[in-house]
């Protein structure tokens, strides 16, 4: 219990430690009498290394009980749903396989863009995205996501200018054969 | 006086033009519908209309994200007091008397109140916006480094102990996004900091980034571990709106009054924003208020208080952006990111640079109030509709509107890798408590800090007590630190109450 609580804590010290070091092998040409560009992040990593000690040692005293200061706006939520109950609430239990799943999916999505070119790789992670989030009308999945993306595309390419990933090899020359298709120069 | 009207005037006929008036109907629509799903924030909306405004002209692209700004304060009510689902956690103090007042069958009337809420708060909030507007700035154009640093101070200070979680993570999250502001080839001296031989590194990480990352898709793969099941709405029989006589509004005028200028108030405080200013403004009233033993009972009260606070604070927050440059939340960063990106500077000397552009954005609020009143009085029913599309197409679209925004900033793929990583890293937030406000402030405003500080320092032969000697950084500096301390001495005096209850 109190070990689960303090781990956060300490690993966000630990690295503040590792990058507190760093900050001390910055590289510049020091002019006398003024600051460097170390002085502001050693400062701002001090301040994050003494608050993470401050939680760890406030966590072991009070035997891991959750209580320390709150924010305000906290504690008047707090508060007032005591009192008078309410608040948004996730219905569904925790799955964490399929939040796995779903930052695979993204980074995978992320790491294709540029091979597959943004129709194909977009219109395949909406479709695969609205799979793995529970929806089973295959018909409907398929549909929103191949006009979707297809608005999308022609939006940012043709309204925004902007160059979107085109894809590589023959997948260049559907993205080109699309691109001719919505009038997209 | 004549010439802060003559410039509204010229304000409104160019929010009249077509294409300004086709951006505010827009950011209404927009805000209305991102406020009425609960898988959407108001926050992570204007972020994602951002990438849509890059070939706008610059005033209808301030228009767009204001106007969603705005709106996206007033519709989340509809679900609260329908549904009892907050669109928003701004909207959460509307279950306790809105949702309570509908379940004894005077639902339409608990929307009408919303309603006139909304507009009363709106329109006071930009009525003192314009008139405070002008001569902030001339008073910031006095400001020095210091002053500068202390309002940041203030700043940063208030979004760790005005918001959610512990004070502690709160700083923690504040203290990262300070240093991940760092990241990059410093400024005076061309030292490379953290950058650990990456490139990319070396521009810096763009807030914007960090902003769609730990907002946008950290939010998306929250929900994503609970399969995008939210609570089931309960059904009504119509969604109708009942605006209260003119009689029954001025019986409690003193809670429109506290309410808009609290609002205003808490608007103007850099980090706080329309949710501190929704729950502050209901607290008050349950505990001044006329009829305070009825609250959550279902009066009228209940509903009006959060409801022009957290409108009118849109007025507030524009004032320092707009005079100062600091945006006072996520949305008004977003808002500021816009300015920046189509090469406008917000702050003091933009009144005499662009007066047309800030004159035109004030005058879109105004309109955009009272539009967001008539659409929200005939279209509410319809754009409820909204919640029975399946969350996880939304949430599909949300992450492919946060890549493309990613991209389109800089045509950059490795902005994308980084969008993913800060939507983890927001999930992580999110999932242990630490509230990503203060960590995307702290992204926002630390550039600014560092500046300032540093060029204090050099000014000043490195006396950092200039901060507390000079009258006006001294007095802000001062309030920062009773801002801060303020929590810890209300934590200290509960639990010294506890054992004698």
């Given at each position: 219990?109190?070990?689960?609580?303090?781990?956060?804590?300490?690993?966000?010290?630990?690295?503040?430690?590792?990058?507190?070091?760093?900050?001390?092998?910055?590289?510049?040409?020091?002019?006398?009498?003024?600051?460097?560009?170390?002085?502001?992040?050693?400062?701002?990593?001090?301040?994050?290394?003494?608050?993470?000690?401050?939680?760890?040692?406030?966590?072991?005293?009070?035997?891991?009980?959750?209580?320390?200061?709150?924010?305000?706006?906290?504690?008047?939520?707090?508060?007032?749903?005591?009192?008078?109950?309410?608040?948004?609430?996730?219905?569904?239990?925790?799955?964490?396989?399929?939040?796995?799943?779903?930052?695979?999916?993204?980074?995978?999505?992320?790491?294709?863009?540029?091979?597959?070119?943004?129709?194909?790789?977009?219109?395949?992670?909406?479709?695969?995205?609205?799979?793995?989030?529970?929806?089973?009308?295959?018909?409907?999945?398929?549909?929103?996501?191949?006009?979707?993306?297809?608005?999308?595309?022609?939006?940012?390419?043709?309204?925004?200018?902007?160059?979107?990933?085109?894809?590589?090899?023959?997948?260049?020359?559907?993205?080109?054969?699309?691109?001719?298709?919505?009038?997209?120069? | 006086?004549?010439?802060?009207?003559?410039?509204?005037?010229?304000?409104?006929?160019?929010?009249?033009?077509?294409?300004?008036?086709?951006?505010?109907?827009?950011?209404?629509?927009?805000?209305?519908?991102?406020?009425?799903?609960?898988?959407?924030?108001?926050?992570?909306?204007?972020?994602?209309?951002?990438?849509?405004?890059?070939?706008?002209?610059?005033t209808a692209a301030i228009i767009l994200l204001t106007a969603m700004y705005v709106s996206g304060t007033y519709a989340g009510a509809w679900t609260s007091i329908l549904f009892r689902v907050p669109g928003e956690p701004i909207d959460v103090p509307l279950l306790w008397d809105g949702y309570t007042m509908a379940r004894?069958?005077?639902?339409?009337?608990?929307?009408?109140?919303?309603?006139?809420?909304?507009?009363?708060?709106?329109?006071?909030?930009?009525?003192?916006?314009?008139?405070?507007?002008?001569?902030?700035?001339?008073?910031?154009?006095?400001?020095?480094?210091?002053?500068?640093?202390?309002?940041?101070?203030?700043?940063?200070?208030?979004?760790?102990?005005?918001?959610?979680?512990?004070?502690?993570?709160?700083?923690?999250?504040?203290?990262?996004?300070?240093?991940?502001?760092?990241?990059?080839?410093?400024?005076?001296?061309?030292?490379?900091?953290?950058?650990?031989?990456?490139?990319?590194?070396?521009?810096?990480?763009?807030?914007?980034?960090?902003?769609?990352?730990?907002?946008?898709?950290?939010?998306?793969?929250?929900?994503?571990?609970?399969?995008?099941?939210?609570?089931?709405?309960?059904?009504?029989?119509?969604?109708?709106?009942?605006?209260?006589?003119?009689?029954?509004?001025?019986?409690?005028?003193?809670?429109?009054?506290?309410?808009?200028?609290?609002?205003?108030?808490?608007?103007?405080?850099?980090?706080?924003?329309?949710?501190?200013?929704?729950?502050?403004?209901?607290?008050?009233?349950?505990?001044?208020?006329?009829?305070?033993?009825?609250?959550?009972?279902?009066?009228?009260?209940?509903?009006?208080?959060?409801?022009?606070?957290?409108?009118?604070?849109?007025?507030?927050?524009?004032?320092?952006?707009?005079?100062?440059?600091?945006?006072?939340?996520?949305?008004?960063?977003?808002?500021?990111?816009?300015?920046?990106?189509?090469?406008?500077?917000?702050?003091?000397?933009?009144?005499?640079?662009?007066?047309?552009?800030?004159?035109?954005?004030?005058?879109?609020?105004?309109?955009?109030?009272?539009?967001?009143?008539?659409?929200?009085?005939?279209?509410?029913?319809?754009?409820?509709?909204?919640?029975?599309?399946?969350?996880?197409?939304?949430?599909?679209?949300?992450?492919?509107?946060?890549?493309?925004?990613?991209?389109?900033?800089?045509?950059?793929?490795?902005?994308?890798?980084?969008?993913?990583?800060?939507?983890?890293?927001?999930?992580?937030?999110?999932?242990?408590?630490?509230?990503?406000?203060?960590?995307?402030?702290?992204?926002?405003?630390?550039?600014?800090?560092?500046?300032?500080?540093?060029?204090?320092?050099?000014?000043?032969?490195?006396?950092?007590?200039?901060?507390?000697?000079?009258?006006?950084?001294?007095?802000?500096?001062?309030?920062?630190?009773?801002?801060?301390?303020?929590?810890?001495?209300?934590?200290?005096?509960?639990?010294?109450?506890?054992?004698?209850?």
């Amino acid at each position: 219990m109190i070990l689960g609580r303090i781990i956060p804590y300490a690993l966000v010290g630990a690295v503040s430690g590792y990058l507190f070091f760093t900050a001390t092998q910055i590289e510049f040409h020091r002019r006398a009498g003024t600051l460097g560009p170390d002085v502001w992040p050693k400062l701002v990593l001090a301040l994050l290394i003494a608050t993470c000690l401050y939680e760890i040692v406030r966590i072991v005293l009070v035997r891991g009980r959750r209580g320390g200061a709150a924010g305000v706006l906290q504690e008047m939520v707090e508060e007032s749903e005591a009192k008078l109950g309410g608040g948004f609430v996730y219905a569904g239990a925790r799955s964490p396989w399929t939040l796995a799943a779903g930052i695979a999916l993204t980074a995978l999505y992320v790491w294709v863009i540029q091979q597959l070119g943004f129709f194909l790789a977009t219109a395949a992670y909406v479709f695969a995205f609205i799979a793995l989030g529970g929806y089973r009308r295959w018909g409907v999945n398929a549909a929103v996501s191949l006009i979707g993306t297809t608005l999308m595309m022609f939006f940012f390419m043709k309204v925004v200018y902007v160059s979107l990933p085109l894809g590589q090899g023959p997948f260049a020359q559907f993205t080109f054969w699309l691109m001719r298709l919505m009038g997209i120069r | 006086m004549d010439g802060v009207l003559a410039q509204l005037a010229n304000g409104f006929v160019d929010v009249l033009a077509p294409a300004n008036l086709l951006a505010l109907v827009v950011g209404l629509v927009l805000g209305l519908l991102v406020a009425v799903l609960p898988g959407l924030t108001l926050v992570m909306g204007v972020v994602l209309a951002l990438p849509f405004t890059y070939s706008m002209d610059v005033t209808a692209a301030i228009i767009l994200l204001t106007a969603m700004y705005v709106s996206g304060t007033y519709a989340g009510a509809w679900t609260s007091i329908l549904f009892r689902v907050p669109g928003e956690p701004i909207d959460v103090p509307l279950l306790w008397d809105g949702y309570t007042m509908a379940r004894k069958g005077h639902a339409a009337k608990a929307l009408g109140w919303t309603l006139v809420a909304a507009g009363v708060g709106g329109l006071c909030a930009a009525t003192v916006m314009v008139l405070l507007a002008h001569p902030v700035a001339r008073i910031a154009l006095t400001f020095s480094t210091p002053e500068y640093f202390a309002i940041i101070f203030f700043g940063l200070a208030s979004v760790a102990s005005l918001g959610g979680g512990s004070l502690a993570n709160a700083l923690i999250s504040l203290f990262a996004g300070l240093l991940i502001a760092t990241v990059g080839v410093d400024d005076t001296y061309g030292a490379h900091r953290f950058t650990f031989g990456v490139r990319i590194l070396s521009d810096g990480i763009d807030y914007l980034v960090v902003m769609v990352g730990a907002f946008g898709l950290g939010e998306v793969f929250m929900r994503m571990e609970h399969r995008f099941k939210s609570a089931p709405l309960e059904s009504v029989d119509t969604v109708s709106t009942q605006l209260p006589s003119l009689r029954e509004a001025s019986a409690i005028k003193g809670t429109f009054a506290r309410g808009t200028l609290l609002g205003i108030l808490i608007g103007l405080v850099p980090g706080a924003g329309a949710t501190v200013a929704s729950f502050l403004s209901y607290g008050i009233e349950a505990q001044y208020g006329r009829r305070r033993e009825l609250m959550g009972s279902g009066i009228p009260e209940g509903i009006v208080a959060p409801q022009t606070a957290a409108t009118a604070s849109v007025g507030g927050a524009m004032i320092p952006l707009v005079t100062m440059g600091i945006p006072g939340s996520g949305a008004t960063a977003i808002i500021l990111g816009a300015f920046l990106l189509h090469g406008l500077q917000p702050g003091p000397q933009v009144f005499e640079t662009s007066s047309h552009i800030v004159y035109a954005v004030f005058a879109s609020i105004f309109v955009g109030v009272i539009g967001m009143c008539l659409i929200g009085y005939f279209a509410a029913r319809y754009l409820v509709r909204v919640l029975e599309f399946p969350e996880v197409i939304v949430s599909a679209y949300v992450v492919m509107c946060c890549i493309l925004g990613a991209f389109a900033a800089r045509n950059n793929i490795t902005d994308v890798w980084l969008i993913v990583v800060f939507g983890v890293v927001g999930y992580l937030c999110e999932r242990f408590r630490f509230p990503i406000a203060p960590l995307v402030l702290g992204v926002i405003l630390g550039p600014l800090a560092e500046t300032n500080f540093m060029t204090t320092m050099i000014s000043f032969n490195n006396d950092w007590m200039v901060f507390f000697t000079r009258p006006i950084s001294g007095a802000i500096m001062a309030l920062a630190i009773v801002t801060l301390v303020y929590p810890v001495l209300r934590h200290l005096r509960r639990r010294a109450r506890l054992p004698a209850t």
